[in-house]
Structures are given as C-alpha cells and as structure tokens.
C-alpha cells in the first residue's frame, strides 16, 4: 500500500501518511501561497520516484517545470508531466514536449481529460510508477468558463480515477471567490481538504475530513521547497 506525505513534517506527523485513492481540496483566499504549497507537495513525491500530473490553468508549462528546476529537482529524470491550458490561449506557436503537453484552453475539458489519459497511461501502465499525485490547479479558473454541471461530472471521473489508480488527487479552489452552493457542490466528490485562512499575522493551514477530527491551525511560511510551521492556535 502507498502512503502518500505532504513534506510538512508537522502535517504528516500527525496524519500518519493519507492513504491510497485519496482526493483533497485545497482551498484558500487569493495570494495566500496556494500555487507553491501545491508544488511542495508535488515536489515530496517526486523527489520519492512517484510520478506527478499537473493541470495549469494560469502558468505555462515552461514555468511549471522552471519552479523545479530552480528547486532542486533532476527534471529530465523526473516522472512529471504537465498539462498546460495556457500557452495556446496566448497565441504562442508551440509544439508539445514529454513533460508538456497542450490543451487549447481551461474550457477544453475534452482535451485536458485526452491528455490527463495520455500520461495516467504513461506512468502508471508503461512506467509503472510506485505512486501518482493528479493535480489541478485550479478548478476556479476552469469555473470561470464551465458551467458546475459540466465541471460536477468531469471531476467526477478524475476523482474516480484516482481512486481506481490509488493515487492521490489534489485539486485547488480559490475560496471567496465562488458562492457556498459551488464549494458545497464541489466538496462531494472529495474526501477531505486543505485549508488555509488568513490570519493577523499572515496564514494558517490545517487539515480535516481525513482524522478523527480536524487538526490544529498552523501558521505558516513558504521558501521555496520549505513549509515552515510557525506556531499553532
């Protein structure tokens, strides 16, 4: 059995290790360090030979990677393969590479779930990979373009996916930005989430759905790879 870890060693003491087939929310206000916790996270399994899908909304894919090489990570070794909704909504001419492939937009649910497909299959029947984190950053902005219904049952099988995969699913949602119906609507499908909230002196993160009961709030700092835990309330 996998046990998959965030790389916060406060979080994981804790947990214990989430378990295969596992999907999360990770849910927070605008510019609260969502984008570099999730690639934390990604960044834990890869550097454990896990593989990682990641669908980008709002980076290209080349500045997907570019965050880990500039982190300490042996990209033309790792098992990461993006899907980048972003480069042809510019109008770049572009071609797609191993660890990058295009969707034409963040409505093009059609083609994320193409090439999702494409690299499940990749690494999970032809590499067969010890363990695969699905990422998708973020589902707001896929919101912005699709009605819930339609957003409602593509997540639908990308959770049941990577529950049939046992791996472990990671989906990001801007908080404040949709009404509680949405985010109600949204939680569904997940087994618990992450959660950040503002506070006097910065950010505080916890976890809940996948304890007992859910943890503390922990405040926090991100540099680079380092989720630093501060205090608890």
């Given at each position: ?215 503390k709030w922990y405040d926090f700092e991100i540099d680079g790879t380092d989720v630093n835990i501060l205090s608890t309330e």
């Amino acid at each position: 059995m996998v046990e998959y870890l965030l790389g916060i060693k406060e979080l994981d003491d804790l947990i214990g290790g989430i378990r295969e087939g596992t999907n999360l929310m990770l849910i927070g206000p605008p510019m609260c360090g969502k984008d570099d916790l999730l690639n934390k996270i990604v960044h834990t399994g890869l550097k454990n030979n896990e593989a990682s899908i990641i669908v980008s909304t709002r980076e290209t894919g080349e500045r997907v990677l570019e965050w880990f090489s500039l982190n300490d990570l042996d990209i033309e070794n790792a098992n990461i393969g993006i899907v980048d909704c972003v480069t042809k909504t510019l109008g770049i001419p572009t071609q797609d590479l191993d660890m990058i492939k295009r969707a034409a937009s963040p409505v093009d649910l059609t083609g994320i779930g193409v090439r999702m497909g494409q690299y499940l299959e990749e690494f999970l029947v032809q590499r067969e990979s010890i363990g695969l984190r699905l990422c998708i950053n973020s589902l707001s902005t896929i919101l912005m373009y699709s009605n819930l219904q339609t957003v409602f049952r593509f997540l639908h099988v990308y959770t049941g996916r990577v529950k049939a995969a046992k791996a472990f699913g990671i989906f990001v949602v801007e908080d404040e930005t949709h009404d509680p119906q949405t985010v109600a609507t949204l939680k569904q499908l997940f087994d618990g989430m992450i959660e950040i909230k503002e506070t006097d002196s910065g950010y505080a993160i916890r976890v809940l759905g996948i304890t007992q009961k859910p943890t503390k709030w922990y405040d926090f700092e991100i540099d680079g790879t380092d989720v630093n835990i501060l205090s608890t309330e």
